[in-house]
Structures are given as structure tokens and as C-alpha cells.
């Protein structure tokens, strides 16, 4: 299939979403695309203020970036009585993700969700991206919901001119697909896997002994194709909306990382509101991360059901054993940014473990 023509199956897809099916329906769903002239916008203008939430997730999908917008927006809007209002720019309008926090910071750019691009800043976060710290999404939330979790906010609000509202899911923990399959540990020696261009999923998988390729997302695909890589690691709902499946047939669940979702306003938007509408705003932003972080598991599972449907082959490998590679990452981590070793040691607390 040409890049072309799988763009344009994937906006079908992208619509029958939006017109209300579930995300792993559209595999198998027919649904008749809207216009292509129809209008991108996601949420509404307000009466006096409207916030701008940046995204490279599209905008058309009930994915970890809109499930939270929706919920956020509709509450912020009744809240307000529609004074305050918010868009949802996904599909990297506003850029590519990484350029987020200066824009966020210097207040051009309101509010936006991955936490993990704020590491240049704020190298802390990457903490959270670090190799087998949780086992769920349940325990990712009951952890991020307490001390460790406070404990990283207070060190991201000294470095930015950001607030953190709060922690959502991903739909999933990150596994690994390649065109080869990974059965054992050992399998992973000498395999291109892409990676986020982040130093903890760089070293995370040179310490499995992988190759690991960071790579702008949107090459990723083509270098599937042609040899390039010989695989990435993503959650399942990204894996089944980008169609990387068509490519890659083996998905080994390593779960090895399960990376929230931080959503986060720019200070200087939240100068702009009156204190009745901050209230607001971190008010709705609490009741969206609950509903988000319900719909999550869910749609995660729809997604691994989707990907076995389209042929994809689930690959059970020794967690335990990938964990005990990756585990020397945690100690030279933290020593290289201590301020992040009490956020690690309240994680290994809540979940029953010492670093």
C-alpha cells in the first residue's frame, strides 16, 4: 500500500472513530468519510478565553490525548458558564511535539500532555520512562495518585513556568513489534528497535542489547518497510492507528514501560484567569484524568484484540529476566539527577521493592 493511499485509509478510519465507533472497530467497520473539507476543530471557542491544547495524537480518535480533552472541555465550558473555552490542535498542527515546552513556557502554547518530551528541562521526568517500574495501569495510577507522583510534580513546577493537573494513562502499556519475532532476552542482541529520542528508552533498550534507532515518528512506518529498523516499541491503540501492523507481524509483550500522560497548562494562561476560573480549570482537569484513566485499560484491550484479529502474533517473554537487565539504568540514573531519587524510591516503596 503507498504511503498515499494509507494516509487516506487511515483518515477513514480516523472518522468512523469520530462518528462514534470504537477505535478497534474501524479494522473491520466500512464507514463513509465525511468531507475532506470538514472542519479539524476539536472542542469550542469560549466567550472570553480559549485555551489551545497541543497534540501529536489526531485529532479525530478517542486516543489518551482526546479522551481527556473531551471530558475536560465540556466540564471547563459548564463550569465556566462558557467563558472559558478550549481547542484541541492535534496531528502536530501546532508542530512537533518536542518544541511543546518552550512554547508552553513563554505562554504562545496553553496546554499540552506528554510529560516524557519535558525531559531536556526537566530531566527528572525521565525517571518515569525508565524500564519494568510498574506492572499496570491500576498500580501506575495508585502510585503517580500519591507521594511519588507529588514528589515529581514540586520538581517540575521549580523547573518550568508550567503546573502539572494531574496523571492519565497511555492506552497501554509499550511492547515491542518486529518483523522477526522476539521469543527470549536474548533475542533482542543486535535488533534496530526505534525508540523515542529520550536517553531512558535509548538506554533501556543498549541494556537489553537491542540497537535502538531514535527516529521522528513519522519515518517510522517507511523504515519498517524498507529494512531500516527491524521494529519499534509503542502502546497497542498506536500501533492499530497507524497501521504498523501491515508491515510488522510479531508483538512480544514486554509491557516494559507504562509512561503517563501528564496534562499541563502554561502559568501564564493561568495568570490570564480569574481564581474562580483556575478552580475551574484544575477542577475539570481532575474529573477528566478519572474518566480518562477508566476508558484506558479498555481501549488497550481493544486495541490487542484488533491487532490479533489483523493477524498479529502475541509473544509471552520473561519480564523478570528483561527487569534484571535494565535494572543498573535506576541506580546510574539517579545518581546522574539525584533530585529524582526520591521520586524512584517512593515508587519502588508503594510497589513493594528497594532500589
Not at 475532506?36 to 480559549?50: D, F, L, M, P, V
Not at 471547563?76 to 462558557?82: A, V
Not at 523547573?159 to 509499550?174: Q, S, V
Request: net charge positive; charged share 20%.
Amino acid at each position: 500500500m503507498s504511503a498515499l493511499s494509507r494516509r487516506g485509509y487511515s483518515r477513514r478510519g480516523l472518522l468512523c472513530v469520530a462518528a462514534g465507533l470504537p477505535l478497534a472497530a474501524t479494522l473491520a467497520t466500512p464507514c463513509v468519510a465525511r468531507a475532506e473539507t470538514e472542519s479539524a476543530i476539536r472542542g469550542h471557542q469560549g466567550k472570553k478565553i480559549t485555551l489551545k491544547m497541543g497534540s501529536s495524537q489526531p485529532t479525530h480518535t478517542q486516543n489518551a490525548h482526546t479522551v481527556f480533552f473531551d471530558a475536560f472541555a465540556a466540564e471547563l465550558t459548564t463550569k465556566t458558564k462558557g467563558d472559558v473555552g478550549a481547542i484541541f490542535y492535534g496531528d502536530s498542527q501546532l508542530g512537533p511535539e518536542d518544541k511543546y515546552p518552550n512554547q508552553i513556557n513563554s505562554g504562545a502554547l496553553d496546554m499540552m500532555m506528554p510529560i516524557s518530551v519535558w525531559a531536556p528541562i526537566v530531566p527528572e521526568v525521565g525517571v518515569l520512562t525508565m524500564g519494568f517500574l510498574f506492572n499496570s495501569l491500576e498500580q501506575l495510577g495508585t502510585v503517580m495518585d500519591g507521594n511519588a507522583g507529588q514528589l515529581l510534580k514540586d520538581i517540575y513546577k521549580q523547573k518550568t513556568h508550567a503546573e502539572i493537573l494531574g496523571w492519565c494513562f497511555t492506552f497501554g502499556a509499550r511492547n515491542v513489534l518486529t518483523k522477526t519475532p522476539i521469543t527470549t532476552p536474548a533475542d533482542f542482541h543486535g535488533r534496530k528497535i526505534r525508540v523515542l529520542p529520550s536517553p531512558t528508552f535509548v538506554q533501556t533498550f543498549k541494556l537489553l542489547g537491542a540497537d535502538p534507532v531514535p527516529m521522528s515518528f513519522n519515518e517510522v512506518y517507511t523504515s519498517l518497510q524498507t529494512g531500516v529498523i527491524d521494529g519499534l516499541e509503542h502502546d497497542p491503540s498506536t500501533i492499530l492507528q497507524f497501521k504498523f501492523y501491515e508491515v510488522a507481524k510479531n508483538l512480544t509483550l514486554t509491557q516494559h514501560i507504562f509512561d503517563p500522560q501528564a496534562p499541563v497548562i502554561s502559568d501564564l494562561t493561568m495568570r490570564r484567569l480569574s481564581d474562580a476560573e483556575r478552580q475551574a480549570v484544575r477542577q475539570a482537569a481532575a474529573s477528566a484524568v478519572l474518566n480518562q484513566r477508566q476508558k484506558a485499560a479498555g481501549e488497550a484491550q481493544q486495541s490487542l484484540d484488533a491487532l490479533k484479529q489483523s493477524g498479529i502474533r502475541m509473544i509471552e517473554i520473561d519480564r523478570a529476566a528483561l527487569a534484571d537487565e535494565v535494572k543498573p539504568l535506576w541506580q546510574s540514573f539517579t545518581d546522574q539527577h539525584p533530585a529524582s531519587k526520591p521520586v524512584l524510591q517512593a515508587i519502588l516503596k508503594a510497589t513493594g521493592r528497594t532500589l
